[in-house]
């Protein structure tokens, strides 16, 4: 059973497009985590949201925490292929450090 | 050290062999992780330490996983008698948190082990 689900599990676009990939649970999380891994690589560590119906920003990632801190969304404007890459969320439980990773999202952005 | 650091990168077994992981984690980081991840997949957990503690080994897949943090810092996975379906990529991570609060982790690039 997993817990968290994301979608798309592939995504193939062209340079300049923009995306959008979900992450939903169930259960709800005291944080939610998203990081990028390349082949080879551990993961990477992108942001970190805890508040219900946060957003935060970096260059043109935008992240989103769902109210009812159970999902999030990861939307790239301007995709470029520098962004390809597996794209994971991870959900923290408030009595344990363990983090609860979704399945991942293969995003390949085309020149 | 800047980072986490895992030996060997890569490890190939022959099936029946006893094969050890090593991680080195940042120095100062109590909380200690380790992943299997299979190709195309998002990490699947299968112990945690704080310290030397090993709070939570609820992932491991059977006995013959075991994993130690004797002082706190470098830590070793063992999987003994290996079988084909232990082939996988096995991460490392580290964290300042202690229980209960997780900013974040730092992953090491892993040890990508084939079983043959």
């Known amino acids: 059973t997993q817990l968290l689900e994301q979608s798309p599990q592939f995504l193939s676009i062209q340079e300049g497009e923009n995306l959008t990939v979900y992450c939903n649970s169930s259960s709800v999380f005291s944080s939610l985590q998203w990081y990028r891994q390349e082949p080879g690589e551990g993961p990477v560590l992108l942001v970190t949201?805890?508040?219900?119906?946060e957003v935060k920003k970096l260059k043109r990632l935008t992240f989103q925490f769902g109210d009812a801190r159970k999902d999030s969304s990861l939307h790239i404007t301007a995709a470029q292929p520098g962004d390809t890459g597996l794209y994971l969320c991870?959900?923290?439980?408030?009595?344990?450090?363990?983090?609860?990773f979704g399945q991942g999202t293969t995003l390949q952005v085309k020149p | 050290g800047a980072g986490v650091s895992q030996s060997p990168r890569y490890k190939v077994a022959k099936r029946g062999q006893d094969v050890a992981l090593r991680c080195d984690p940042i120095?100062?980081?109590?909380?200690l992780f380790w992943y299997q991840q299979a190709l195309g997949q998002g990490p699947e957990f299968l112990t945690y330490?704080?310290?030397?503690?090993?709070?939570?080994k609820s992932g491991l897949p059977s006995d013959r996983f075991f994993a130690e943090r004797p002082e706190g810092s470098v830590s070793t996975l063992k999987i003994q008698r290996t079988q084909q379906e232990d082939s996988a990529v096995y991460l490392c991570a580290s964290s300042l948190a202690s229980r209960g609060r997780n900013y974040g982790y730092t992953f090491g690039s892993g040890t990508r082990l084939t079983v043959v």
């Open positions: 120095s100062g980081h109590v909380s």
């Open positions: 330490f704080q310290n030397e503690a090993q709070l939570d």
């Open positions: 991870a959900g923290a439980r408030s009595n344990t450090g363990k983090l609860i």
């Open positions: 949201v805890v508040t219900g119906g």
